[in-house]
């Protein structure tokens, strides 16, 4: 990591109260969204390769979880929901929302058992987990809509990954916007398709106009609001059209349970170089209320490291034309079939970990749970004006998604 660090504001503590008063205060304060800044030719001209090329993953914030109760059966309240993406080439966008009855919903995949969450670093077991390296062409849908983030924060040049959810918004972690403690990230540029070297030839970078996230997570880093959007110029560097026009774009699930999820990102710190995408295939393991009094976070098995953050997870995923090929004969951890999805249902946020200091590797009583990850849900709940699709309502109402 460098040394540096720069999420202030986790939260360590069950009976802390967040920035603006309590759980149930800060409802009140709406999602917020970051001022007017550097745009266009101000940020492309801002990153060039040699600052690219030295830009620091974000490290992925631990949060101490000492003395608070891991729930094993994850559940999210409120009717599952799904609202389609569009393939490039699929004729016009016709949005198809669709909500099911809990416990009427179809089915993914089948729940796993996989044991009791551990208590520390060293005690195990972790959830069950594939990973392996997308290889091939990143430019076919869906693979088109995953890429690297870059921005600048505290000072520093920053790397996260984001995915593409409408024809000029993105979507990624909320410690990939702002730093927690109501700072806010600038020259903001996604790069769809990032491969090796840098750009993707023929497709390039888009910048950031605007960016929103969570009230919870911009005023006190509370891991279970990190979810953030971004809205993006309509002109890229090598192409002049929005960036879903030319990638295509995921749809987005919310309220699921115990669903597999397929995730992915560019990890940049070891043992990963940051310029390919890893991917992985896990199932919802348990919920974990970071902050007390509101929701939860559901944790996966995965060993991505910083880099990943903002990557998307999936209710379901497919291989260009094809299901993504089964690797352990556990139909517990694969993606859901080819003709379902993609939705995206999370992003990498949090890792979980012991002894306060989060320290890392891990010792009999301290560490980092470094093959855990975890995500807040993606929840649609009419009490919350800050969950997920609020949140991402904000950047999708901008007018550089219109037709």
């Known amino acids: 990591m460098r040394g540096r660090r720069i999420v202030l ?43 690219m090329a030295s830009a620091l993953p974000v490290p992925t914030p631990g949060v101490p979880t000492e003395g608070i109760a891991l729930t094993a059966k994850p559940m999210a309240s409120g009717d599952p929901g799904l609202v389609n993406g569009w393939a490039p080439g699929s004729g016009p966008y016709v949005e198809q929302r ?12 089948s729940p796993q058992s996989i044991g009791t969450a551990p208590s520390n670093p060293l005690s195990g077991p972790y959830g069950p987990f594939q990973r392996w390296t997308m290889q091939g062409s990143y430019t076919p849908y869906p693979r088109s809509v995953h ?11 920053w790397v996260c990954s984001a995915t593409v959810v409408s024809r000029s918004t993105i979507v990624t972690a909320g410690h990939c916007v702002s730093d927690g403690s109501a700072t806010w990230a600038t020259n903001f540029l996604f790069c769809p398709s990032y491969y090796q070297g840098g750009q993707f030839p023929g497709r390039g970078c888009w910048s950031g106009v605007t960016a929103t996230t969570s009230f919870q997570w911009f005023n006190a880093a509370d891991p279970d609001y990190d979810y953030a959007c971004i809205v993006t110029a309509t002109t890229g560097t090598q192409v002049a ?14 309220n699921w349970n115990d669903a597999p999820e397929m995730t992915f990102g560019y990890p940049a710190a070891a043992p990963f ?26 944790v996966i098995g995965s060993d991505l490291t910083g880099g990943a953050s903002g990557g998307g997870w999936f209710l379901s995923w497919r291989a260009p034309g094809a299901e993504v090929t089964d690797t352990d004969d556990n139909p517990g951890t694969d993606p859901a ?4 999805g993609p939705y995206i249902n999370g992003v ?53 998604n219109n037709p």
């Not at 009583?365 to 009419?382: H, L, N, Y």
Request: net charge negative; with cysteine.
């Open 241 to 254: 059209n929005k960036i879903g026009n030319v990638t295509g774009w995921v749809g987005r699930a919310w």
């Open 273 to 298: 170089a940051g310029n390919i995408i890893q991917q992985t295939a896990s199932v919802d393991w348990y919920d974990v209320d970071f902050t007390a009094g509101g929701p939860a976070s559901k």
């Open 147 to 157: 890429g690297k983030l870059f921005f600048s924060l505290n000072g520093g040049n």
């Open 98 to 109: 669709q909500t099911f009855a809990r416990g009427e919903e179809p089915g993914f995949a």
């Open 337 to 340: 079939g080819a003709n379902n």
């Open 9 to 51: 504001g986790v939260v360590a503590s069950l009976g802390l109260a967040l920035a603006g008063g309590t759980v149930a205060a800060q409802q009140e304060q709406g999602p917020a969204q970051s001022p007017p800044g550097s745009t266009g030719d101000a940020v492309l001209e801002y990153w060039t390769p040699e600052r």
């Open 348 to 400: 990498n946020s949090h890792k979980r970990c012991a002894g306060g200091t989060c320290a890392s590797p891990p010792t009999a009583t301290t560490g980092v749970f470094w093959q855990e990850m975890s995500s807040p849900r993606f929840r649609v709940d009419a009490g919350d004006i800050n969950d997920s699709e609020d949140v991402f309502a904000g950047c999708l109402a901008h007018s550089n």
